[in-house]
């Protein structure tokens, strides 16, 4: 193996310019052979990306060249030793420094050896001083003790306190900071539960419940992706609150279901099974790659009653009626970052309203495709009231023939949830929850005055 260090700080130079973590992870592990290796990148990569802001201020406490000044890869690699040195006590501190210190040197040009002394004069001083460090007051500059702390933008910390306090806030930050977890949902399309359950096993899988029937959390494995039991489609990796989506939609066998956002096709290869392949769906999205990747998962998972199709949901003209529409729109996706960390950096305040604004337009333009009876699922994986709570308010102020349905019964119907809410509408929380964000609204289409 090339020298690991360097491999991951061209990686996460990769996603500092827009590659998907998770994508470009999948993509890297691949090229490792070791087991031990693919776990040291995997931890290393996505700790440093969770965990930016709070390895920028220790080295801004111990560099006199500020950190924008700095060559890109000497800041990297900084991370990368900084990381190692605070949060990996199995890598000895001398090791850490050499190699990250080696990973600069490496992919810096030999004309720049200063950088390279640099990177190992402030590695050291830190590992010297570590016990030093003081992060800000947390009574005195409550938010931007947390912003360093759980190492999230301060807006994002000051949006969290507005609208759920301090303590709930907290909370949220220390979970989604978590490594995410695997899960797996059972197809009941290629196969009975009993025949996954035995296939888990035989493949020497560690699982556990989670609080939705048919989806096991994978307590260890290697790769997900490539078990014999997700090659055969017997199993799709899909999150719980993501999953909790085709259930509260509750759909029958043989009903009409628009799907106005499939891509990739989780929630909507969950209906097909849920209708056992009766009925149809007619499944939406904008983009054909994406929707190339949906055929693809459909393929392997026996799905047969979905309608894939390239369209614009806000512009998308159908005359159709359907009884069942899920509405799980793009958003600002603040609820996935544990899944996701780089959300947290590339994201401002701006693409909230942006969002919130697509969010009216699918919605507005979609409505009428509804059966008088028929329900609609709202479903977003974000924190925001914005594209949440408001929005489903507005959206009821301005047509009469919906109303919201209760959504705690059926919560109570397809889980093990054991939630206090006193909503109509469910949103759940990382910290509350051993699950990602999401938030839910049911609307039911009532015949008109």
């Given amino acids: 193996m090339k020298n690991l260090r360097a491999e991951i700080l061209k990686a996460l130079l990769r996603v500092e310019t827009g590659s998907y973590s998770n994508l470009l992870l999948d993509s890297e592990l691949k090229k490792i052979k070791d087991q031990r290796d693919k776990n040291l990148f995997t931890e290393i990569f996505y700790g440093v990306i969770r965990n930016k802001l709070y390895l920028d201020y220790i080295i801004g406490k111990f560099s006199k060249t ?259 529409i899920l509405a799980d729109l793009p958003c600002s996706g603040l609820g996935l970052i544990a899944s996701k960390p780089e959300i947290k950096w590339e994201k401002d305040q701006s693409v909230i309203k942006k969002m919130a604004e697509l969010q009216y337009d699918i919605l507005d333009n979609n409505l009428d495709k509804l059966k008088v009876g028929g329900q609609l699922l709202y479903s977003t994986c974000t924190l925001t009231k914005e594209e949440n709570q408001d929005l489903i308010k507005k959206i009821l102020s301005e047509n009469r023939n919906f109303e919201l349905i209760d959504i705690n019964e059926k919560v109570k119907n397809v889980s093990n949830l054991n939630l206090e809410n006193k909503n109509k509408y469910l949103e759940l929380l990382p910290g509350e929850v051993d699950s990602e964000g999401f938030f839910y609204a049911l609307l039911k289409k009532v015949e008109s005055d």
């Fill in 66 to 324: 500020q950190l924008h000044k700095m060559d890109k890869e000497v800041l990297m690699g900084l991370r990368i030793g900084v990381y190692q040195l605070f949060f990996l006590d199995k890598v000895p501190a001398r090791a850490a420094i050499y190699e990250s210190v080696e990973a600069v040197k490496i992919i810096l040009p030999s004309s720049k050896k200063g950088a390279v002394s640099f990177t190992n004069g402030i590695l050291r001083n830190i590992n010297r001083k570590k016990d030093k460090i003081k992060l800000p007051s947390e009574e005195e500059m409550p938010e931007k003790y947390l912003s360093i702390r759980y190492s999230y933008p301060l807006w994002l910390v000051r949006r969290f306190i507005k609208q759920y306090g301090l303590n709930k806030s907290e909370k949220i930050l220390k979970a989604a900071n978590k490594r995410a977890e695997v899960i797996y949902r059972h197809n009941s399309i290629k196969m009975p539960e009993d025949e996954f359950l035995k296939l888990l096993t035989e493949s020497d899988i560690e699982f556990e419940n989670t609080f939705l029937d048919s989806f096991y959390r994978l307590k260890k494995v290697d790769n997900p992706a490539e078990t014999e039991l997700f090659k055969k489609g017997g199993a799709y990796i899909q999150g719980t609150s993501a999953g909790l989506a085709s259930l509260l939609l509750d759909p029958e066998e043989n009903m009409e279901l628009l799907d106005l956002a499939c891509a990739p096709g989780g929630k909507t290869s969950h209906l097909a099974a849920l209708m056992n392949n009766t009925g149809s769906i007619k499944a939406l999205d904008i983009s054909e790659q994406r929707l190339e990747l949906t055929r693809e998962n459909f393929k392997r998972l026996g799905v047969k009653n979905v309608e894939l199709i390239k369209a614009d949901a806000a512009e998308y003209k159908d005359n159709h009626k359907y009884d069942r």
